[in-house]
């Protein structure tokens, strides 16, 4: 079974940083594509970011020039590095990966908080 856990959520001011971390626990052969999405207060879930397994990234109009996608395949983990926050990007942060066993596997995991407040 796969398992995906998310970190780094947290409270942080208007205008600071904070990286959320994604990593891919269990039997799996391999990791292709990983994307952050996030669903705010009264909000539909919303793609953020995604990277290939190539590490092609691709952003959110509202990430771009303010948050980094990142993976280190060695540890089965993507990363979001996430700038100059507003109000707007308070949400519960998800990460998702499509994973190969035997067949291909849409995993999600359990979703970090992150709350941009003064």
């Known amino acids: 079974q796969v398992q995906l856990v998310e970190s780094g959520g947290g409270l942080v001011q208007p205008g600071g940083s904070l990286r959320l971390s994604c990593t891919a626990s269990g039997t799996f052969a391999s990791i292709s594509a990983m994307e952050w999405y996030r669903q705010g207060p009264g909000n539909q879930r919303e793609l953020v970011a995604s990277?290939?397994?190539?590490?092609?990234?691709k952003y959110a109009e509202s990430a771009k020039g303010r948050f980094t996608v990142s993976r280190d395949s060695t540890k089965n983990t993507m990363y979001l590095h996430m700038n100059d926050l507003e109000p707007s990007d308070t949400a519960v942060y998800y990460c998702?990966?499509?994973?190969?066993?035997?067949?291909?596997?849409?995993?999600w995991g359990p979703g970090t908080p992150v709350t941009v407040s003064s």
């Open positions: 998702k990966a499509a994973v190969w066993t035997h067949v291909l596997n849409e995993v």
């Open positions: 990277i290939t397994k190539f590490g092609t990234t």
